[in-house]
């Protein structure tokens, strides 16, 4: 059963905070994502990784940073935690490019940044 | 850049089909995708459609895309209560990248009993 993990479903965080949300797959998969969702905005793309070490800032990178060390583990930073950021983080993972990139989420991290 | 459409919310009866709208900018849409997200859950892929195809059929679902247009559809036949959830459209753009995946705002889809 493939699995997209990530490390908590529920943080509150205090403005200013650094912030650490984990995600680990076991697919061997080459993409991974981190997204944020809000209410009538849908799904936006923070970051994509599409290989180890590797990054490319999606619609909204601000404020925060990635980490991609090792193919199954992707990190989101937020440097300075704001309210503006309190939202749903899902992450997801993928395979890479021609063929059909079904994506696998995790069941998603409430951020509450009081 | 890429950007996709939805409306946000559709409410039908039980039986009744439903029909989901999605509109993309990205004329290099090599995949097109429907996923759905039940409550306090993540996303789950329901079905994809090849660009160069018109419609996919897969039990209960039917996907029509008008690439004319950029225009993609999801019909639900005979809708049952376990299908209201957020659906949510996406793409990969562009052929040889790397996967990346643009979602629309989602669907909220509500089955009156």
């Known amino acids: 059963d493939v699995k997209v993990t990530q490390s908590s479903r529920y943080l509150v965080k205090r403005t200013g905070e650094k912030v650490f949300l984990e995600c680990v797959q076991d697919m061997d998969h080459e993409n991974m994502f981190w997204y944020r969702q809000d209410p009538g905005l849908g799904l936006r793309l923070i970051y994509f990784?599409?290989?180890?070490?590797?990054?490319e800032k999606g619609d909204i990178p601000e404020g925060y940073s990635v980490s991609r060390e090792k193919k199954e583990r992707f990190s989101l930073i937020l440097e300075s935690a704001s309210t503006n950021q309190t939202s749903m983080y899902l992450c997801?993972?993928?395979?890479?490019?021609?063929?059909?990139?079904?994506?696998?989420f995790g069941q998603g991290t409430r951020l509450t940044v009081v | 850049g890429e950007d996709v459409e939805q409306s946000l919310f559709l409410s039908v009866r039980e039986g009744d089909s439903s029909v989901i709208n999605c509109t993309y900018t990205?004329?290099?849409?090599?995949?097109l995708y429907w996923y759905k997200q039940e409550p306090g859950a993540g996303l789950q892929l329901l079905t994809y459609i090849f660009s160069n195809m018109d419609m996919k059929q897969d039990q209960r679902l039917t996907v029509l895309l008008n690439k004319k247009d950029k225009h993609l559809s999801l019909r639900i036949a005979d809708t049952q209560t376990g299908d209201s959830a957020i659906y949510f459209c996406?793409?990969?753009?562009?052929?040889?990248?790397?996967?990346?995946?643009?979602f629309g705002q989602g669907t909220t889809l509500q089955v009156k009993p």
């Open positions: 997801a993972s993928s395979l890479p490019g021609r063929m059909n990139t079904e994506a696998f």
């Open positions: 996406a793409e990969t753009s562009k052929p040889g990248n790397t996967g990346k995946l643009i």
């Open positions: 990784s599409y290989d180890v070490k590797m990054k």
């Open positions: 990205d004329s290099s849409s090599t995949y």
